[in-house]
């Protein structure tokens, strides 16, 4: 059985608390042209004090990215569903680059 989405993982630092991670996520998006639709939590149980994103391009069309970041294991991932429109999968390797570069410029 095709597995129904599929996870894309971005190394960050160890020890990046939840609002530096926010920043990057922020500055990430806004170079691609995506803007922020949701901010909470993912599987409060499994992931607990996670911080999981919505990213649209447009409010009023279909689709969105997914993204998780987990402070405890400093574990970051999008989650692309499979069902998503066009769109979304082809954002997915422009996300990935531009969080890749803020990760790289991170500084304290």
Known sequence: MEPKSDNHYVDVPTGISNEEMMGLVERAAQRVG???SHIGGYSRKR???????????DPNERGLLDATFWDVKSLFWLMIRRREPLWVQEKVPELLRALRVEVRNFSR
Not at 47 to 57: D, Q
């Open 34 to 36: 995506l803007y922020i």
């Open 47 to 57: 992931f607990p004090n996670s911080v999981h994103w919505h990213f649209k391009r």
